[in-house]
């Protein structure tokens, strides 16, 4: 069984849990003498610290998806080549034993354009094996053992690339879990350091006392901004696993094409549920209204301007 999603606890970005903590365990290091009655001694306040570092330093997701859409574009163009040469050969049979011929029909080159990268791979190699046993009858066509051969190191080239691809979106998952683990840990102890706080400080000291108030946390709402760089396909880490999640996306510049799919570098299928948000059209609805299901979980953001970044704030509730 697959294992649920983490959700963030805190409803502000990274970098605001970051400076919070900065400034909540300068607070708390400035009323050491008053936190330490509540077990909020140095040692402690330094495991804190301990935990603020690497939550700064942990690469942020466009990293991630950065790899991520190197190795699909390198995955595509992998792909393209073996796609071609494919269609050279069964363009050779169809010229030889014609369209509808048996022969032609065993290279199993039909719906071809529409079908997924592994099934294209299992097509490929139909092509080549068909292409191999009629060599003999398709060489008046110009099929030759150079072209076969380069099909099929391409087919090898193009199955190491579709591996690579899936690794880099394994990797980006994993972090982006990571990341909202640690920022869940660290904001918890936050918390607890902010409540002790203003215990201490209520009706003895005001503006102590808003020292330690938590602004803009709100339950069960995870708020991501970002920007989706030009000709590029996002997916902001928020979790929606419901279909009654209401979602809320806004662009300051630019425009996004918003939809759901089961990958990360997925363009909308045709047909496909999509709205186009843009800085007078923002999106508010449920997941529903966009296709949510099970299987295509991964809210997407397309920029599909080739020059314009588009900045956005996701906020998801639910």
Do not use: C
């Amino acid at each position: 069984m697959a294992q649920e999603p983490i959700k963030r606890k805190y409803s502000f970005s990274d970098g605001t849990l970051a400076e919070l903590g900065d400034t909540l365990v300068m607070f708390a290091e400035r009323d050491l003498a008053e936190m330490t009655g509540f077990g909020y001694d140095q040692p402690r306040i330094d495991a804190i610290k301990a935990k603020i570092a690497p939550f700064k330093n942990f690469p942020p997701d466009e990293y991630y998806t950065g790899l991520m859409m190197v190795a699909t574009a390198d995955k595509n163009t992998k792909l393209k080549i073996i796609s071609e040469v494919s269609e050279g050969i069964v363009r050779r049979a169809m010229n030889k034993f014609g369209k509808d011929a048996p022969e032609v029909k065993g290279f199993g080159w039909m719906g071809y354009a529409t079908k997924t990268d592994n099934d294209k791979m299992v097509v490929t190699r139909l092509v080549h094996k068909a292409g191999t046993d009629n060599q003999a009858a398709l060489s008046s066509e110009g099929l030759t053992a150079l072209i076969l051969g380069n099909l099929n190191t391409g087919i090898t080239d193009a199955d190491k690339a579709i591996t690579k691809k899936q690794q880099r979106v394994s990797e980006r998952d994993k972090a982006v879990s990571e990341r909202i683990t640690i920022g869940n840990d660290l904001y918890s102890d936050l918390v607890k350091i902010a409540d002790t706080g203003k215990h201490i400080w209520e009706d003895v000291n005001e503006a102590f006392y808003n020292d330690y108030v938590i602004y803009q946390t709100v339950d069960n709402m995870q708020t991501v901004n970002g920007t989706v760089a030009p000709a590029t396909i996002h997916q902001p880490s928020v979790v929606v696993n419901n279909v009654a999640d209401e979602i809320e996306i806004t662009v300051t510049n630019g425009a996004l094409t918003v939809y759901f799919s089961d990958d990360p570098t997925d363009e909308p299928a045709p047909g496909q549920t999509t709205f186009d948000v843009s800085p007078g059209t923002p999106f508010s609805g449920t997941a529903a209204q966009l296709d949510w299901s099970a299987a295509n979980f991964r809210l997407l953001l397309k920029n599909s301007d080739a020059l314009v970044p588009a900045p956005f704030t996701v906020v998801v509730r639910g």
